[in-house]
């Protein structure tokens, strides 16, 4: 295995199977992917050669597929991930954060604190469910699988 400095993701492209979105879905896509890129920790179980690496997701019917390659755009490992134990989570998420952003606009402090309380739970359940699904596929931590979980909520996100 190469170094940890080489055990992480340098891009993310998302394929065009995704769609293209409102300029505010767009955005928050970018976001997500900045703040994936910028701090991460990604290691394809079974790499010898290590990486940096980048990642190409794509979407075929409900399953999510990584396609990952080094640096030099050499294949590593393709991993098709089914995005069905996700459902709930990702619909509660949305749900949640409706309220949040409702909140906000309209209610004491401490209300907006404890949807924030119980966004941040779900957030963490999604990204802990991703974390094990990808387990044996692709080594990630936790704060990683947080930011593909926020990803992956984008990319249903309609706007």
């Known amino acids: 295995?190469?170094?940890?400095?080489?055990?992480?993701l340098i891009d993310v492209i998302l394929?065009?199977?995704?769609?293209?979105?409102t300029p505010d879905?767009?955005?928050?896509?970018?976001?997500?992917?900045?703040?994936?890129?910028?701090?991460?920790?990604?290691?394809?179980?079974g790499d010898k050669a290590g990486g940096p690496y980048k990642l190409k997701l794509s979407l075929v019917e409900s399953r999510l597929i990584f396609a990952i390659a080094r640096e030099s755009d050499e294949d590593v490992a393709t991993h098709i991930l089914s995005l069905a134990p996700f459902r709930r989570v990702v619909k509660d998420y949305f749900m949640i954060c409706e309220s949040y952003y409702e909140a906000i606009r309209s209610s004491t402090p401490s209300k907006i604190e404890a949807i924030d309380m119980g966004r941040r739970g779900l957030h963490n359940?999604?990204?802990?469910?991703?974390?094990?699904?990808?387990?044996?596929?692709?080594?990630?931590?936790?704060?990683?699988?947080?930011?593909?979980?926020?990803?992956?909520?984008?990319?249903?996100?309609?706007?």
């Not at 295995?1 to 992480?8: E, H, I, T």
């Open 1 to 8: 295995m190469a170094s940890d400095g080489d055990n992480r």
């Open 15 to 21: 394929d065009e199977s995704i769609g293209r979105s």
């Open 25 to 45: 879905v767009e955005h928050e896509r970018a976001v997500a992917i900045f703040d994936l890129i910028e701090e991460n920790s990604f290691y394809p179980v």
């Open 125 to 159: 359940e999604g990204s802990q469910t991703l974390k094990e699904r990808l387990g044996g596929k692709i080594e990630v931590d936790f704060n990683t699988a947080r930011r593909l979980f926020t990803l992956v909520c984008v990319l249903h996100w309609r706007g």
